[in-house]
């Protein structure tokens, strides 16, 4: 039985399903389709694309003008178009959290060297470290209490990947957390069109520079939800519980984008 899969998941699951296979969203893909290539490229978005009840079968969006001025404005900061273009041009080579993210990543979970230990045990190690530790890690003017806290995020979020079916063996072969940085630039691009910050005719080649980062980087896309739900824990603080019904949809249901469109 699923320690995550609660009442309040179990609403939001069907709630994704019934608006995503709504007539309102298949008459939304039907007037403005995109070829499968494209399809494809807004996949990668589709974490936050899902959460926020939008299809990844068309470039067009459900909320309004307003909503996504709002959006934008409140998540990320993004008010006008010179923030918009900087967000997506710095997400799509993975320069948002991920420097922060993957040096604690690789070099402290993945190593062993903080895999799975207390807050106490993590604390005496990095306090302990040396200089020269700190430099080969990466870790210079990462504060300790950012690094701490994003190990205590990646804990509950390597449980939440595990109840979702994933086996250690599937998760050790996340190298990176970058994929929290690519899955940004689908909404934000999206919905910085709608808010009419940034044009579609421009936007693709920062989704396509995404995608095309990302799969250097991972192999499918479960390795690449893995990467996402990692590195948000990590660089962002959020181990993911938010968000366990949005991912369930991904991984399992028929409907999913993740079984509709290629990752290479």
Avoid at 124 to 132: N, P, S
Avoid at 166 to 190: F, H, K, M, N, Q
Wanted: neutral net charge; proline residues 2%.
């Amino acid at each position: 039985m699923s320690k995550y899969y609660g009442l309040i998941d179990r609403i939001a699951m069907k709630r994704i399903t019934s608006v995503l296979q709504s007539n309102k969203i298949r008459q939304l893909e039907a007037d403005s389709p995109v070829s499968q290539e494209r399809q494809r490229l807004l996949t990668f978005g589709a974490v936050l694309l899902t959460r926020n009840l939008e299809s990844c079968r068309t470039f067009q969006v459900k909320a309004d003008r307003q909503t996504a001025v709002k959006v934008l404005d409140e998540w990320w900061g993004i008010t006008n178009r010179e923030a918009a273009l900087h967000a997506v041009e710095y997400l799509s080579i993975a320069a948002g959290h991920t420097p922060v993210a993957d040096p604690i990543y690789q070099n402290l979970i993945l190593r062993k060297r903080l895999h799975l230990v207390s807050q106490k045990e993590a604390l005496e190690y990095l306090v302990g470290l040396t200089d020269q530790q700190i430099e080969e890690f990466g870790l210079w003017n990462v504060p300790v209490p950012r690094i701490i806290s994003g190990l205590d995020s990646y804990q509950i979020a390597g449980e939440v990947l595990t109840d979702l079916g994933y086996s250690e063996t599937e998760l050790s072969w996340v190298s990176s957390t970058a994929a929290w940085d690519y899955g940004r630039v689908g909404l934000i691009v999206r919905y910085g069109t709608k808010a009419g910050y940034l044009e579609e005719g421009e936007t693709w080649e920062f989704m396509r520079s995404a995608a095309d980062n990302a799969i250097r980087v991972y192999r499918n896309w479960r390795e690449y939800l893995a990467g996402y739900v990692i590195g948000r824990a990590i660089g962002y603080g959020n181990n993911s519980t938010d968000i366990y019904a949005t991912l369930r949809y991904l991984l399992h249901n028929e409907n999913s984008p993740f079984r509709q469109a290629l990752f290479y």
